[in-house]
């Protein structure tokens, strides 16, 4: 079956002070990634096994971890902004 699929984004929208700082990543090797811990259960787990993986087969020079401090709620803007400068790439997560 072939459609047309229209997915709507409920989230509000926000005020980007970070958009400016947005660029793209060739390849992982030496880049610092970032992980943004939304809270719910055993995300941690898989951004450790993540970081490993990261780090031993793409060449990844360090891994940042920050967890949020609940699901419901935007990273705080000091963590955005910390996370922003520091990483050349940020995942934002889920777990459960």
Do not use: W
Not at 54 to 64: E, K, P, Q, T
């Amino acid at each position: 079956m072939s459609g047309k699929v229209i997915l709507f984004d409920p989230t509000a929208p926000r005020e980007d002070k970070n958009q400016q700082k947005r660029r793209s990543v060739d390849r992982l090797a030496g880049a610092v990634v970032g992980f943004i811990d939304n809270a719910k259960p055993n995300f941690n787990h898989l951004v450790d096994d993540l970081s490993d993986l990261l780090v031993s087969r793409y060449g990844v020079s360090r891994v940042m971890k920050r967890r949020k401090r609940a699901a419901s709620v935007p990273a705080p803007e000091a963590m955005m902004t910390e996370i922003v400068d520091q990483c050349d790439v940020v995942i934002a997560g889920s777990g459960d």
